[in-house]
């Protein structure tokens, strides 16, 4: 794959985004001519940098309202591409883009239409040029590439060919049938982006709201594997629209776009049966989490233990050599990490007691590193004693650690590290029997960055995004999931400085894991169980439980229980959804306790009803 992004995907100054771009690994930049013009140098200086930086100017964008002007417009518009190609020749690219034109002025006659392009397309082959024509979703005669394909064919010129664009085609739902009736030969560079599904006109959806491939709703697995199968293998470039790509870092950005580039090729490779495929390990199978390590610092250590002993977790384990205890409850194994002069201390003095960390169960812990590094997931390694594991780890949210343990064989890492202190509480403890998921909150603008990690590091699906009522605005809220739902990450952001998810970001300083779900099966108990234990649950008020009656219609005994136990009730098609909550951990962190019967979602009804209940404690300096 010949992988190319448009420089105005990413922000800053040309030079800089050029540096990123190759940073990332892409072959080549389309050079936007915006950015030429506000670049402090002449063309030919951008393209002394180009070769020194190893890319390749893919293309010139783009000429605008072209095809179909009257006389004195076609004559001025001819007079300006003979300087684009002056330009071009100094960057050294030999491909112009031409967008379909939606000026109200211009005129649907074919006959016109064909003229223009025949004489571009002549004027272009004088100068060694070459001329790509791409049908725009909101022109005004042109707005599908099987128009766009039409003229080409019509116009019949070795100099013009066809540029095809991922996001006019799906928004406009040109059927991907119509792709293989193109010559391959003649599709000079393919378009890639990703979009959300929403209700806007094409203009402000396509320079607001393009994603990078994965991240949005559109089917770019289908349209890739469409062209690839027809024998398309030339340039695929990104071209991203979007604000909040716009707020983030150039080498974000580019780094992103080349990881969801290597994504959707592996996903094709993968669909059409390549036999060579991406030359990269698939993504990673994942089958739990193993353990969630907290960092603390000397001060946090025993609260923190007084914390999970309230949830019914003993200390079961020492490690040999660190200051590191595990607490266990049937399949949860709990961290608490306070070893001087490591990185969890460092962690913790710089987050407070929180989750630096968590191990994976996976299929292949050396695939699944290798997979990592092709992503540019940087890893991870810290000294070891003697006879010590070292567990591989990548980098994930907010600088914390993802280790890699092979499933299977991760009683081995709790026989050789650590040393048994006590038997797991007899009776299971509260009933609490495997982790459900992990909430992480980050900043606005990183929440599709981060949703490309997993989904291109992790095989596993995501689910529609929510949009979550709190008091104070908006959360986002889209989750992550391996197909045995073994594995579940529910990403949180929210561009309102006064949500309880930024208020986290602002007093975690950064983004990081706000809440824990863990699995209970009669959730009745384990709340009964928890009030004796003097774990600190929080109060949900009767007027919710009053609405649930009316909305649901359950038994009356069933509502008294439910209240008793500030347990909040949610039902879908499927199945039904029990859940409560601790208060949080120095307003860091908190628990959540889940029962699931047959239902696959997140209790997203709920969540305005808990974030309201949580509000309650802001002046409450302990959460």
């Not at 595990?326 to 990490?337: E, K, Y």
């Not at 567990?391 to 048994?420: C, M, T």
Request: proline share 3%; glycine share 8%; hydrophobic share 40%.
């Amino acid at each position: 794959m010949f992988t190319s992004i448009a420089s105005v995907s990413i922000s800053g100054r040309l030079d800089a985004k050029l540096q990123a771009i190759a940073d990332a690994g892409f072959d080549g930049v389309e050079l936007v001519e915006t950015d030429l013009h506000t670049y402090d140098g002449t063309a030919r200086d951008v393209g002394r940098t180009l070769r020194e930086l190893g890319l390749t100017c893919t293309a010139f964008q783009r000429v605008s309202d072209f095809e179909g002007m009257s006389a004195a417009i076609r004559s001025r518009s001819f007079g300006l591409i003979e300087r684009r190609f002056d330009a071009m020749e100094q960057v050294g690219t030999d491909l112009l883009i031409v967008g379909s034109n939606a000026s109200l002025a211009t005129s649907g006659d074919r006959q016109r239409i064909v003229e223009d392009f025949h004489e571009l397309a002549e004027r272009a082959h004088a100068r060694g040029m070459r001329i790509g024509y791409e049908a725009l979703a909101w022109g005004r005669y042109i707005f599908d590439h099987r128009e766009a394909w039409s003229v080409v064919k019509e116009t019949n010129h070795s100099a013009l060919g066809l540029v095809l664009g991922s996001f006019h085609s799906l928004a406009r739902n040109v059927p991907m049938e119509s792709l293989p009736d193109i010559d391959p030969a003649k599709i000079f560079l393919v378009h890639l982006a990703d979009a959300p599904v929403i209700q806007m006109d094409f203009r402000s959806w396509s320079r607001h709201y393009r994603y990078l491939p994965g991240q949005g709703e559109l089917d770019l697995e289908a349209y890739v594997a469409a062209l690839r199968a027809r024998g398309y293998d030339g340039i695929w470039s990104l071209e991203i629209f979007n604000d909040r790509f716009r707020a983030s870092a150039a080498a974000t950005t580019a780094v992103d776009g080349m990881r969801s580039l290597r994504y959707i090729e592996d996903q094709v490779a993968r669909r059409l049966l390549l036999a060579k495929g991406s030359g990269r390990p698939p993504r990673v199978q994942c089958h739990g989490i193993e353990f969630i390590e907290f960092a603390a610092n000397d001060n946090e250590v025993e609260p923190l233990g007084q914390m999970f002993q309230t949830l019914g977790f003993t200390r079961t384990g020492q490690h040999r050599s660190k200051r590191v205890s595990r607490w266990s409850q049937n399949g949860i194994n709990l961290l608490i990490n306070n070893e001087p002069a490591s990185f969890a201390r460092a962690y913790a003095d710089m987050h407070g007691a929180s989750v630096c960390a968590i191990g994976a169960r996976v299929e292949d812990v050396q695939a699944a590193m290798e997979r990592a590094q092709a992503l540019q997931i940087n890893s991870f390694s810290q000294p070891v004693r003697p006879g010590e594991l070292q567990i591989p780890a990548a980098r994930s949210v907010g600088e914390s650690l993802l280790y890699f343990i092979r499933d299977g064989e991760q009683q081995h890492i709790w026989k050789n590290d650590f040393v048994a202190t006590n038997p797991p509480m007899s009776g299971g403890g509260v009933g609490l029997q495997r982790i459900d998921h992990l909430t992480q909150a980050m900043e606005y603008e990183a929440m599709l960055s981060w949703l490309l990690y997993y989904l291109s590091l992790f095989a596993v699906s995501k689910t529609a995004q929510v949009e979550i009522d709190d008091p104070f605005g908006l959360v986002y809220s889209q989750a992550v999931e391996s197909s045995d739902r073994s594995f579940r990450i529910v990403l949180n952001s929210s561009s309102t400085a006064q949500t309880l998810s930024s208020r986290f970001l602002h007093g975690f300083m950064g983004a990081g894991v706000q809440h824990i779900a863990l699995q209970s099966e009669d959730i009745f108990v384990t709340a009964r169980l928890l009030e004796e234990s003097g774990a600190q649950t929080l109060p949900i008020p009767a007027n919710y439980y009053e609405d649930l009656q009316a909305r649901y219609d359950l038994d009356g005994s069933l509502i008294e229980r439910l209240a008793a136990g500030s347990i909040l009730y949610e039902r879908d098609g499927q199945g039904e959804y029990f859940q409560l909550f601790t208060r949080a951990f120095a307003k860091r962190f908190f628990f959540e306790i889940v029962q699931r019967r047959r239902y696959r979602a997140y209790g997203e009804s709920n969540a305005a009803v808990r974030i309201a209940a949580q509000s309650r404690y802001r002046a409450d300096p302990q959460g």
